[in-house]
């Protein structure tokens, strides 16, 4: 694939976007990590990051329709929590094929145990 050549006014928007949205971050991991309180540390830690890649989806979203001044953390953790509850990933296809994937066991009622290992 070839690239388009960036231009400078290009360039100064995304890291101007950037900047904005990392301005965010805090508030936006701290109201992540209050709504997920109550799960492991290491599934929290998991669904924090889904959580900020799919708010700076939102985010990026909102200032291409010229909406940035709209994104408040709160309305921006609520929307990406659903979605990344829901098992809608930000950057990928999900498999309808893997059994360990949450959306095929959520939508086929599956449930994925551990083995105790034989002593």
Same mark, same amino acid.
């Given at each position: ?23 965010? $971050?805090?508030?936006?991991?701290? +109201?992540?990590?209050? /709504?997920? %309180? *109550? ?8 669904? &924090? ?16 329709r010229g909406k940035a001044d709209l994104a408040f953390?709160?309305? $921006?953790?609520?929307?990406?929590? +659903?979605?990344?509850? /829901?098992? %809608? *990933? ?8 893997? &059994? ?20």
């Open positions: 694939m070839i690239a388009p050549i960036r231009t400078e006014k290009q360039t100064h928007e995304t890291s101007e976007l950037q900047a904005n949205f990392v301005a965010l $971050l805090p508030a936006i991991t701290r +109201r992540a990590n209050f /709504a997920l %309180r *109550r799960w492991r540390d290491e599934a929290r830690a998991d669904l &924090v990051q889904e959580i900020v890649a799919n708010c700076f989806v939102a985010y990026h979203r909102l200032a291409q953390p709160t309305a $921006l953790v609520r929307y990406a929590l +659903r979605h990344v509850l /829901a098992g %809608r *990933r930000a950057g990928g296809k999900s498999n309808v094929s893997d &059994v360990m994937s949450h959306q095929v066991q959520r939508t086929r009622d599956l449930t994925v145990e551990r083995l105790e290992p034989v002593r």
